[in-house]
């Protein structure tokens, strides 16, 4: 097989576990596999270069951020690929620029925009552990680009696409993806498969774990995606298509984000074009609007309340207040103690009846629902913040999910 091995920060975090990564993938290889690692800059160095810069001035040139930022994926692929050597492995380190990544031009946060694995290809035929700094790229003028905070996992999921790799490993200090947040109900169990697009929509059990981005583009590219945990050989969790879930459960998860805020706004004019006036500046301030009501007209208004991220609550405040003042609006009111309790699942959607489990779950509990929103493969509610961990815990004892 071609296994992609990406190990994060913590996973590189002094020489000691640089050395047990050395150890697992020269395990890998023995196995007969092919090995391409990537690897993110030991744990806070990234942030260690930002003070530096920081140090010289409040907004450093992007360029030069990504020429410094690359630094520290770099000297970890490089020691890596030293110690595998001196443990007789014939491996090769390379930079983002080597490993054939090219990207946009948008510093400190390129995209990808294609891979030349030749050179990784060529490195491998001849037997070689290829060894790639991760988080960076090369844009078409030849100037070093990275592609955002945590972009190592990308490259590995880019690599592992461009390379049509069996497996892509990302490796960190938790073990896979859980049926809930364990520090709010002890029973969660690792899930031990689980599709791209369940992933997705549990977006807050994965924080920790990987990138939502590099869930999109493993979907795409149809990249197997296990994480799993470098401390041990504890197994992951394996992202992939729905198709290879033989056996889906009803339910997969239940999610949790506590970052909601909700704006209510009262008495808005009923006419033709209101609400995409209001939802079109609010996306050009690139407020992310999330759920929407809508409620049925009275006396030629209408009250319309959405959820936001609360980072994007004063933008959104800003927005919605000069609407106030025109008048289209009649008043706004906002609430930060609210929170979003989802459950997701692809059994959905050839079951009927989910849905009405957690609204009775919440009753039994008598937590009230302030907003309902669905997709095909998820239920979520907005409740008061202080019924979270109440709400998320019974419902993992609703869909027995411990099981
Ligand atoms: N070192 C970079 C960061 O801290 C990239 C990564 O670790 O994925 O954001
Ligand atoms: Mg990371």
Redesign the pocket.
Known sequence: MLIVQKF??TSVGDLERIQNVANRVSATKKEGHDVVVVV??MSG???KLVSFAEHFSKEPARAEMDML?SA??RVTASLLSIALQEMGHDATAMTGRKAGIVTDKHHTKARIEDINPDTMQSQLKEGKIVVVA??QGVNSQGDVT?L??????LSAVAIAGALKADLCEIYTDVSGIFTTDPRIEPKAKKLAKISYDEMLELASLGAKVLQNRSVEMAKKLNVNLVTRTSFSDEEGTLITKEENIMEAPLVSGIALDRNQARISLLGVKDRPGIASDIFNKLAAAEVNVDMIIQNKAVDETTNIDFTVPVGDLSDAKTIVDSFVQEGEINADSYNEDICKVSVVGVGMRSHTGVAAKAFSTMADNNININMISTSEIKISMVIDEKYAELAVRSLHDSYELEK
């Open positions: 994060g920060g993110s800059a160095e990234t942030n930022l520290g994926e991760g988080f990275t955002g905070r945590g972009g190592s996992d």
